[in-house]
């Protein structure tokens, strides 16, 4: 058979879009489209969508973080390969890290460098994990609602999602009852793994120890393998009472021998996104996971993605950082939500769910107070961006369908700025 050109095209794995950067593309071109109207009503870009703690300086990371950054590339010292999955020395300190923060429950020593994996980000991190546990064909919990990355890395790897429902009623709560019964039917033993997301995007919510002990003592007893995304760990507030400090519990945190994957990095919690620095951190007392963690070795080796010269910066950081400098992010997102909560509770249409954790707030539309062309997420994200030039992510994308998200992590005035044109919008679109 002769070749022809035709005959170049795409790998079906490459056919599957981030769903978020397809909306923001999306919402990009509608705002371009009206860009005229927009500029005749001093209306610039506002975009509440995606979740960038570096955007404004807003969040900005240590500054002892960005010194030794500094130092590292001036110094040349840090411009070689490290291992593919990261240096032993810095993998050590976020084992360290790790324990002292969010798993001080557990005996000293029981988390080292090799429990621990670096990644390009958290995203990578869960790439891998999920890549090494599950094959085409098989199966993993995901929860509903969540975030869209999940499915893209799923589609990647060829893995059949099974949704497990979080309860709104409960604040997001795992249904602990329907994972059961989803397990328990899986009768060919498909399901490999549990993602859970806490806190959570796009929720908002943040899970109660006894919860999060409860989930980690289903998933033993199921002989269910977890893999937490974590990437917000730490990043708690309580709107109704700002000066609290609310605690947040790990999966590592509990005594138990389920074996766990968390999945976390520095990108929000350090104020660092573009620097690409995650990690994945094993906890596994019966050693179930060893030859999972053989598979992400062999995946963290695809390329050389650790950036040594962060490497170098935050092994120091991860052991000196202290509450001072996390407080200041929690306090900005804690504000922000306080006020966004505030005023779009009086905006007709809307129905803000009181977040409790991460960086997003999600938004019901209240359908009996809005027309009804604006009644699904996607419809009321488009008219908002081509009507008042604001971009919000619709629900659709996190099957949160009849709601949006927005983030919490831009200054105050532009979330003022903001609200203003929500509420035009909303009130220009009433129901009558």
Sequence with gaps: MTRTWDSVKPSQRSQFPHPLLAFGAKLGQISEANKA??????????????????LDGNIPPPTE????????????????????????????AIAEYWARWFAPS???GTLSANDVVISCGCSDGL?????????????????????????????????QPVH???????????????????????HEHKIRAILINNPSNPCGSNFSRAHTEAIVRLCAELRLPIVADEIYAGMTYNIDNPAAEVPFTSVADIACGATRFVV???????????????????????????????????LSSRYYIPMTPLQVALEECLRTTDETYFRHAKQVLCENALYLFNALSKVSGLSPMKPSGGMFMCVVLKKEELEETMCDGVAFANGLAAEENVHVFPGEAFLMPGAFRLTLSRPLPVAEAAVGRIRAFCERHARK
């Design 164 to 186: 497990y429902p979080c309860l709104v009623e409960r604040n997001w709560e795992v249904d602990l009852e329907a994972v059961r019964r989803i397990v328990e039917n899986d």
């Design 106 to 108: 557990l005996p000293a």
């Design 37 to 54: 109207q927009h500029a005749a009503e001093s209306k610039s870009l506002i975009s509440l969508a995606v979740g960038d703690p570096a």
């Design 264 to 298: 976390a990095g520095a990108s929000k919690r350090f104020g660092v996104p573009g620097e690409r620095m995650g990690w994945i951190v094993r906890v596994d007392p019966t050693d179930a996971g060893s030859e999972v963690m053989k598979g992400i070795l062999n």
């Design 127 to 159: 790439s891998m994990v999920l890549g090494a546990i599950a094959a085409a064909g098989e199966s993993i919990l995901l929860p509903q609602p969540f975030f869209s990355q999940y499915t893209m890395t799923c589609n990647y790897f060829g893995i």
């Design 65 to 92: 973080l960005m010194e030794k950054l500094d130092a590292a590339v001036q110094q040349e010292r840090a411009n070689g390969y490290s291992l593919s999955h990261g240096s032993l020395s810095v993998r050590q």
